[in-house]
């Protein structure tokens, strides 16, 4: 199949976005009978790369490959570059649980040429494939499945024919025996014994026709195949493989090393053991340890077990080598080893403690560091891999990132840096990394414990420890073979105090996905917080509301959310709070970014009882909202109206959106926001120093066209109340939160707070800020709060930290300002 090779653009959003696109059947109905037609992939035959065979029996029984593989050739006269594009496979009978598994491709085909892919190795066979141009860790099946040469490495999300014919990413595709997923009709079912190749690099998109079954016959770049002439592997030390980078100096080499196996990896998709030298040299930037790769096959060893190992030297990134942002791990693949002896002892692991890692996180050129010699006693990064792989181990560490449904934690190993007031480690700046953050998951089968359930602020006791290992999600990750317990420390969730008669509460709450299709625990998770730890606020800004089916309807046109927004504000009744009522403008279809298919939007709920919200129609998706004095009097040309919905900065961005409302007969201007996430962003731990923030540059954009409706409104009123609230995805030091304050007019209510309070959101062990209160110089007695029901919780409603900020509205009439003022000190002594 020929799709072209699209230039593939690497799309960043929220960190949420982990939804399937769903493509639709075309459905007819004659006098009740419902007739389905499922077109099949199918494109112009190529002229590019081609699959040439998959195979996917390697190491099963009767095998003689002891490894799956995938082929590909080019049907074109020219060189095929491979570069940027990616294998992925699916199982023959996807469910609905069903995920596309990928390995991406780097270099180049030959015409007349091959491209190996080798891909799960498994117990059985007897014959290693030739060197493998790429490798994956993806476990086939035999006789049915899906494999298709996709540009770029993000995962496909099609599961049927029909949803695949509209992938634009797709080149070329084969679905082999009785895979639903196919061309026209699928190739022959393949075995234990037998591949499906193609005959003559023809691909006439039927994949019956294009493909044949027979016995397999793996060819590499160089036209090597089994049972060819194998490199002598190198006698080494592990330390001499590591290196002094962080790129092996034997990479692309077939080494022989000794050592003691530490710790095993017997689930997943990326199993292995760790191999420690017990020889060390003296040379502290050399680490002493490796991962031996053996892909969906539990590793046969066990810790103790003194082994010679002989492995191809590889580069692991977790995407495209040649554009990833994050770190390599260096491990060996394709390995065979020799038992010497068991049950020796393993090497101690090495403690880290509060003074062990340094205070500096790297080097920062200014581009890539993994060629700089490592210097592991100046950069906590450059401690880590120097320490790859090797066994380390924390004593009694302070959860700061509590356990994930990924079956992850955080913890620090210098409780006294930077820590929150409520047992976290505050993020204070770019300049200010918290290296003492480390991430703990579990080596120990869940079948034999369950990865425990921890808050921030709770303990894992006694001894943790296990290998060192870089992870693209959260950087370095103690792998634990020894887990402590967790020790509940108690934190409870906050409860902010009520409104006083006088005082206008706004809070923000960013509430992750919402949609009607959503379960009716999460709507009353979210409604408990409203009304029991904010106090039913007067107003509210929401972010993250969709629309009333949520992702499931992807391109269908609904963007409506009255049906989501009707089903929140019942279950804020239903716990005992008022019944508010909501504003919001419908988005274009597919036009502001979010979950694919959610039409993610902001809005507004409102109390009827304690303020008015002003209507002025002529509000939507298109038209801005401009600021308008007339007579003394300062309004919104439509209310709710979005601000500049037409600028450039909002491009597949949610729009902010203005509301106008009248509190004891004094206007109040609100603006709901949630700016481009940090999708895209290079990770502070990956390999290029300092990371590049490119979507800053977006927010920025952003933060200009509110500053400057904030600053319209301004100079129609000087003393306006102005409270612009949200999800701002940055920090109170960035870019963006000072181009909103510059000057005075708004003041991030955030930085009020001492350092240690500054939080409201959780990510990768760092309590940060992302969501923001700000206000002009209007209000009065402005009393601001970040209610902690959230982030820091195993159980959680949403991903962010409400926050509420609580004021008089000023009038505009000094005297009568001074009395608001008054009155309210009066109610504070003496209560209502």
Known sequence: MTKGLPLFIRLGEDSSVISLLRGAAVVASVAGLVVTAVPAVSAEPSNGPVIAEVYGGGGNSGAVLTTDFVELATAGSTTADLTGLSVQYLPGAPSAASRWQVTPLEGSVEPGGRYLVAEAKGAGGTVALPTPDASGSIAMAAASGTVALVTGAEPLSCRTSVDCAGESRIVDLVGYGSAAVNETRPAPSASNTTSVARDELTDTDDNAADFAAGEPSPTNTLGEQ????????????????QGTTRISPLEGETVRVPGVVTATRTFGSS????????????????????????????????PGDALTVTGLVKEYYPDNPATSNYQSLTELTNAQWTMESRENPVPEPLHIGPDTVPEVSTAQPGGNIEELPLRPDEYALDFWEAHESELVSVVDARVVGRSTEYNELYVTTKPEQNPTARGGTAYLGYDRPNTGILKIESLIPFDQRSFPKANTGDTVTGLTSGPLEYDSFGGYTLLANVLGDV??????????????????????????????VDGQEKFDALAGGIVDHLASPDIVTLEEIQDDNGPQGNGDGVVTAEQTLRKFADAIVAAGGPRYQWRQIDPVDLADGGQPGGNIRVGFLFNPNRVSFVDRKGGDATTPVEVVAARGKTKLSVSPGRIDPGNAAWLDSRKPLAGEFVFGGRTVFVVANHFASKGGDQPVHGRYQPPVRGSEVQRIEQAKAVRGFVDDVLAADANANVVVAGDLNDYPFSPTVRTLTE?????????????????????????????????????????????HINAEFADQASDHDPQVVRFLPASGNRKLDALYLLLDKLERLFGR
């Open 226 to 241: 089994p049972g060819g002439e194998q490199p002598e592997p190198v006698d080494s030390r592990i330390h001499e493989v």
């Open 271 to 302: 199993r292995g053991f760790w191999l420690q030298d017990t020889e060390p040299d003296d040379d502290p930037r050399t680490s002493e340890a490796i991962f031996v790769f053996t892909g969906s096959t539990s590793p046969s060893v066990a």
């Open 487 to 516: 020790k509940d420390n108690g934190l409870e969730r906050e409860v902010t105090r009520p409104q006083r008669t006088g005082e206008l509460a706004v809070a923000t709450y960013n509430v992750e996905n919402l949609s009607a």
């Open 743 to 787: 000057g005075g007019a708004l003041t991030a209510l955030i930085s009020t707070l001492p350092e240690r309070e500054r939080y409201s959101y959780v990510f990768e062990g760092n309590s940060q800020v992302l969501d923001h209160v700000l206000v002009s110089k209007g209000p009065l007695g402005v009393d601001y709060d970040v209610v």
